[in-house]
């Protein structure tokens, strides 16, 4: 069946330090990734997806490329801000992994 | 625009108590309609979907039930609360077709007693 590995946290940063967060899968056939990003006390909001090998997602300077050769999706951002705390998850069809709690400090 | 309605935000139940969480979806018509339970340090946990009108998957068993009254309606219901259904229930819709990104809830923070 599907599933979503993805790195533990917490991630604890400076700002404007560089963010890598991994995420591997396995699944049946060629499904869609996504990252989602939940702020604390709110639900999750989708923050970029790919839809096919080689594709790269990005959005408020994340990125995320879809490798279909290493089963990997990950997370990256070259510089990250105050407001990019929250935790992040990784997710293909209605698998999540357990998500990342990132922190960034001034 | 489409927009989901989850309600109420917080909860605290007795243990043995029922549950009753409401969530509703507008601007869309026939969704996928999920329910997801958030545990600390587990992630997020598929509970029920639903692709029609009194039609409900169950992912895992447990103390819960799901119903689908109407197109955008989605409720999740227990006849008698245990101290383990803690946790942050969220509902969530996609458009009905596969492989595409799931719009959630503001979510239910359920505290047991």
């Known amino acids: 069946g599907d599933s979503v590995t993805q790195m533990e946290g917490p991630v604890t940063l400076s700002e404007e330090a560089c963010l890598t967060i991994?995420?591997?899968?396995?699944?049946?056939?060629?499904?869609?990734l996504f990252w989602y990003v939940q702020y604390p006390g709110e639900g999750l909001q989708l923050l970029l997806k790919a839809t096919k090998a080689d594709d790269k997602g990005s959005n408020k300077g994340f990125e995320a490329t879809y490798r279909k050769e290493t089963t990997s999706f990950h997370l990256e951002k070259g510089s990250v801000q105050v407001s990019d705390s929250a935790v992040y998850f990784c997710?293909?069809?209605?698998?999540f992994g357990k998500g990342t709690k990132l922190t960034v400090n001034p | 625009s489409q927009t989901i309605h989850q309600w109420p935000a917080t909860l605290v139940q007795p243990v043995g108590s029922p549950l009753s969480l409401e969530c509703t979806v507008e601007g869309t018509s026939n969704p996928n309609l999920y329910w997801y339970r958030q545990a600390a340090g587990r992630g997020l946990q598929l509970l029920f979907y639903?692709?029609?009108?009194?039609?409900i998957s169950s992912e895992v068993p447990q103390n819960l039930s799901a119903s689908r009254p109407q197109d955008r309606q989605f409720i999740l219901s227990s006849k008698k609360l245990l101290l383990s259904d803690s946790g942050f229930y969220l509902c969530?819709?996609?458009?009905?077709?596969?492989?595409?990104?799931?719009?959630f809830g503001q979510g239910t923070r359920l505290t047991v007693v």
């Open positions: 991994n995420c591997t899968y396995t699944a049946t056939g060629y499904p869609s």
């Open positions: 969530a819709w996609s458009v009905r077709s596969r492989g595409v990104e799931a719009f």
């Open positions: 639903s692709v029609g009108i009194g039609q």
């Open positions: 997710a293909l069809r209605n698998v």
